[in-house]
């Protein structure tokens, strides 16, 4: 097939949505498709289309059932279509999804939070991450890392104000990597970091450098206030790295109801009491350990490239049934 993915994200960004579109890209031209990839529709056809993100690309949506009203047509639900935009911008939110002939969410609890009428059109599609080398080197002292762009829908501060409660004796210290949205983003993690003996901000660094994070780091902190899915949380469950998570529902969709390593969203008390207790715990740092090792076969290439299969399948057969003479 020849298929066309829309992000509004432009080539070079490390924004998650340009990082799944690209891994779709090459995930789908591996099965054999030739994709391409666009941040502007200029009314091309093609054998499929992807939207990433309904809100931002709802131009492009409405463009594309216009012009090619038999093709059929994925709509990619972030985060913030979801928590946001289909409360603060419903008619164009809710249009794009009423217009796809497919529907993904990125974690298992999005049925739960879209207008009920859409969900005979959700595949779910988890997103998958390399699994890195592990190191030889033993973990010293007790990193956590936050990993993240510095916005206010990742709350990405909460972790380093946690450890500010924590007692003289703990051996905690927060490393906070990502790139500040907005210069004042940049002043309050530099402000942090200055009255933060627990705090360090090593900014926006690439991905073998978060592998290596990743690897000196006994647990992950992801404080956000909304998540789609975040793909951080897949890189680690595959790099076996304990993941401590707000308690939304983005985070629940990947990690599991029952999973014991949550905190309420924004609480940095409760924040502080978890750290201190993987710090004292073996035994539920361990617990961590093994569950998110458990959910690591969820993120793989492969399993990732299975459910986009399904979407697929799942669109062209929606199309299908409006169009029963093609």
Known sequence: MNITLITPAPPGSRAGNRATAERWGHLLEHAGHLVNIITEYQ???CDLFIALHAWRSHDAVIQFRARHPDTPLIVVLTGTDIYDHQHR???????SLALADCLIGLHH???KDIPERFTDKLTTVLQSADKPALSSQPKAGFDICVIGHLRDE???LRAALAARRLPETSAIRVINAGKPHTPEWEQKALAEQRANSRFQWIGEVDKHAIHQLMNRCRAMVISSVMEGGANVVSEACRAGLPVIASDISGN???LGDNYPGYFPVGDDTE???MLQRAEDSPGFLGDLEERVAALAGNFTPQAE???LHTAIEKAKAGRARLNPSE
């Open 43 to 45: 009314g091309e056809a």
């Open 252 to 254: 629940i969709g990947l």
């Open 271 to 273: 924040l502080a009491k």
């Open 154 to 156: 990742k709350d990405p």
């Open 109 to 111: 609890r999005v049925r």
């Open 305 to 307: 490239q299975a459910a």
């Open 89 to 95: 911008f419903p008619e164009a939110t809710l249009a």
